[in-house]
């Protein structure tokens, strides 16, 4: 199995070479043979990486140890879920799994622009495959999954399986890590094929509105996807490090967070050029940077070069990763510069109070959030290099740089689609935003009352009140003019208005979400904690919250061996829940980890830590939090999923001009083939 | 009509922002240090969030911080005293003096620098060229316009998608 492994791996970098060449010479030759090969050679490619994929799983599900990685990452006694989840959990496995979601965006990519963007296609093909060298020849040579294990004696070299494997990292063992790291490799890969269209884009001086309109849902899945992937990581983080938080501005989840930035500017400044001709040379900027970053956030999670929690695999790959970078920012960076006299904006800007501005406003926050992130994650290594110090940059860094940017942008998010494209009157201004202020200055008034003297948690709050008003007023605008042009009731004209216009209300949906995270990072601000030793009998009281350890038991499983703390809760001397935190030793790793025991209400999450055994006294030490409106966290996450996934239905207008296109576009495939 | 609008919203924006900062000079707490300081037993956290339970530096440090807070020393004396004993790397961001003071000021630059693009790139496209000056077409009647608005908003196309 390694040998079929390894075998269709250099098939797979063989079509990968060939896909680039023909879709090259195809493009070049305007030949569709030629051009039709290369994609081909590309459906290869993902077959054969498949059939690697397929083998690797099948190596560690039956247990072959004798292959290294198998040996390094799982063990007899795993749970069959987590063993599946091992294909990602090593850097060789990682690598593999990242290059086979290329292979399967790449095919899909194909598969439905068979009709469509034919001018293009052979350049995408030649730039997708461009990676897929990269990546398979980096899994075949530097980092192959494949590696069996012998043992050197005098009498030579001998095949070697150890009776078990060292097991999966314990912190990896839990249910959402299965799929977070898949969420956000389809995000970071997924980002390859809006990079691959701008760049046939710009080979071929195809820089009409047809590449930003095929690129734009290319963009929307992968930054949703990638969305999704943080906010479980979040959630793991939270979960399973025991520290009480989901966000800890670790260089890892700063790598993450990038290329999520980035895309939504694009995302945005995209409809400038949808709209008005403008923005163009922008948006290849943006798709540029989108990419690097992308390929720099795995970069950073798979080298090593900074220090974090999340860097579970360190290897020798940093400097080819380097090299391709730099090759990425000069094809893509020369070939922008050799086309700019093609990228000319077809307008001007009417008013600085328009729709357009707002845009533009919203890029420049977001561009530079992504700055001083990138910056600041980056600082350790360049005061290093200059002053021969490692200085640490963490959270209060980033939380006094960003934050204040984070809260601009949240006003923008309600503010921007308030404005007209074009120009925006100060009558609309006001008949606009003058209900939106009121509702949010009654809010900030209440929270003053109420006690709220944090000032971020407060004009976070704040905020989200004109946001939320902002953003539900336009729902209900909307439907209200529906009900009596249409005399439609509420709900069928909030439905009919929302599918006529899927993108504009599902990005509504989207900024609703964003507010409701907001609300949930606004609660950070008033997190309490408290830490003691317990043993039976012994009491805690934290808030409102009184604990009672009821005693600690001791069992294991074939996987590992526990403590659990049995805690009684009560509120407000009401019965309030049990808990049972749990700390962990795993067998095959000989690691200890914490299980954290939460409950989770919409107001606040009580979070309840083992932290271990006092050694002297024998007790318990528990750790507690209160931690509120963390729940809405998870809620805003969902909801702007959500919103992106009615933001990808097509509407009743798009579906229409898509039918009218689509004619179109098979005529001119048909003319092309008869030529 | 404009600039009396803009000036009560900012009266009232400064008045309730100026309120919700006066909160913000709180006296120095373990738990408020504990975040600005690393723990330096290799865990990559803070002090607050290093996972070894019976982590000795985090107990060190501790200790340091209550007697400074006994003594009535604030946030930032403490901070100066712990990177002279520990060295810069104890901090969790980076001190505010000679190289290191750009990693605050560059995000700052970068926001100002981004701005000023925005700026110049507004200006520039607001330029009208005479020929588009002169086909500048009439205005339109409010009436009909808003009637247009209210007619594309019911079918969901309305003028700000």
């Known amino acids: 199995m390694n040998q079929l492994g390894s075998l269709s791996l250099a098939a797979a970098l063989a079509f990968a070479a060939y896909a680039v060449v023909a879709g090259a010479l195809g493009g070049k030759l305007r030949s569709l043979r030629v051009t039709r090969s290369a994609e081909r050679a590309t459906l290869a490619f993902f077959v054969m990486i498949t059939l690697a994929v397929v083998a690797l799983e099948y190596l560690i599900l039956t247990d072959k140890f004798h292959n290294a990685y198998v040996s390094e990452h799982s063990n007899r006694d795993l749970f069959t879920f987590y063993k599946v989840a091992a294909l990602w959990a090593g850097q060789e496995g990682s690598l593999l799994f990242w290059t086979w979601l290329l292979s399967l965006y790449s095919a899909l990519a194909i598969l439905l622009n068979r009709k469509k963007n034919r001018q293009l296609m052979p350049y995408v093909v030649a730039v997708l495959m461009g990676t897929g060298t990269f990546f398979s020849s980096l899994v075949l040579f530097v980092a192959n999954p494949f590696q069996e294990l012998s043992l050197i004696s005098a009498a030579g070299t001998q095949p070697f399986a150890p009776p078990d494997g060292n097991g999966l990292n314990p912190l990896l063992q839990y249910h959402p890590m299965v799929i977070h790291p898949p969420m956000l490799y389809l995000g970071y890969v997924g980002m390859v094929v809006p990079f691959a269209f701008a760049m046939a884009a710009l080979i071929t001086r195809q820089l009409g509105d047809n590449w930003i309109r095929t690129t734009r849902r290319w963009t929307m899945v992968p930054w949703m996807l990638l969305g999704l992937g943080i906010l479980l990581g979040g959630n793991w983080a939270y979960a399973v490090l025991g520290w009480g938080g989901y966000w800890a501005w670790d260089p890892v989840e700063n790598a993450s967070l990038l290329p999520w930035l980035s895309g939504t500017a694009f995302l945005h400044s995209v409809m400038i050029q949808e709209k008005r001709g403008m923005l163009k040379v922008w948006n290849v900027v943006l798709v540029i940077t989108t990419f690097f970053l992308s390929i720099f956030g795995t970069f950073l999670t798979r080298s090593g070069i900074v220090s974090s929690v999340h860097a579970f695999a360190q290897s020798r790959i940093g400097p080819f990763f380097a090299v391709f970078l730099c090759v990425i920012v000069f094809f893509s960076v020369t070939l922008l510069f050799l086309r700019l006299d093609h990228l000319k904006s077809e307008n001007k800007l009417d008013s600085l109070v328009s729709r357009e501005s707002g845009f533009l406003f919203n890029n420049w926050i977001l561009l530079a959030l992504v700055f001083a992130v990138l910056w600041g994650t980056l600082f350790p290594l360049i005061s290093k290099a200059v002053q021969g110090v490692t200085v640490t940059v963490g959270a209060p860094f980033f939380n006094k740089t960003a934050v204040p940017m984070g809260l601009l942008l949240l006003f923008l998010t309600g503010a921007g689609p308030l404005l007209a494209w074009r120009k925006t009157s100060f009558q609309s201004l006001k008949r606009n935003f003058v209900v939106p202020l009121i509702i949010a200055g009654a809010a900030g008034v209440i929270l003053l009352i109420a006690g709220v003297r944090h000032f971020y948690a407060w004009m976070t709050l704040f905020l989200s009140a004109f946001v939320a008003a902002c953003v539900l007023g336009e729902f209900w605008k909307g439907a209200r003019t529906r009900m009596k042009t249409a005399r439609e009731n509420f709900a069928q004209a909030l439905y009919n208005l929302t599918m006529r216009n899927t993108r504009r209300y599902g990005g509504y949906v989207v900024h609703l979400g964003v507010v409701v995270l907001f609300i949930g990072f606004a609660g950070l601000a008033f997190n309490t904690q408290s830490k003691g030793l317990m043993r039976e009998g012994d009491l805690l009281r934290v808030k409102d919250y009184l604990l009672r350890c009821d005693g600690l038991v001791s069992g294991e499983t074939p996987n590992y061996e526990y403590t659990r703390a049995l805690i009684t809760v009560t509120k407000d001397g009401h019965a309030f829940t049990s808990m049972h935190p749990e700390k962990r030793f795993y067998k095959a790793s000989q690691q200890p980890t914490s299980y954290v025991a939460i409950h989770p209400t919409l107001a606040e999450d009580l979070y309840v830590v083992l932290a271990g055994l006092d050694q002297d006294t024998g007790k318990a030490v528990i750790e507690v939090f209160v931690n509120p409106l963390v729940m809405w966290v998870w809620i805003g996450g969902v909801v702007v999923f959500l919103g992106t996934l009615l933001a990808l239905v097509p509407s009743r207008v798009e579906r229409e001009m898509a039918e009218i296109r689509r004619t179109q576009q098979d005529i001119a495939v048909q003319a092309s083939d008869a030529i | ?161």
């Open chain 2, 1 to 161: 009509m404009p600039s009396k609008w803009a000036s009560i919203i900012l009266a009232v924006g400064l008045g309730v922002t100026s309120l919700a900062r006066a909160d913000r000079s709180a006296k120095p707490t373990v738990e408020s240090i504990g975040d600005e300081v690393m723990c330096l037993c290799g865990c990559v956290a803070t002090l607050n969030h290093c996972p070894h339970r019976d982590c000795a530096t985090v107990a060190e440090v501790r200790a340091i911080i209550e007697k400074e807070i006994a003594a009535g020393k604030d946030e930032t004396t403490i901070l100066q005293d712990l990177a002279i004993r520990y060295g810069v790397q104890v901090l969790a961001s980076p001190p505010g003096k000679g190289f290191n003071l750009t990693a605050w000021i560059l995000p700052g630059v970068g926001l100002l620098a981004g701005l000023s693009f925005v700026v110049i790139i507004v200006r520039r496209w607001r330029k009208p060229s005479p020929a588009v000056a002169d086909a500048s077409p009439k205005p339109v009647d409010p009436k009909l316009l808003a009637a247009v608005e209210e007619e594309m908003k019911a079918s969901g196309l309305g003028v700000r998608d």
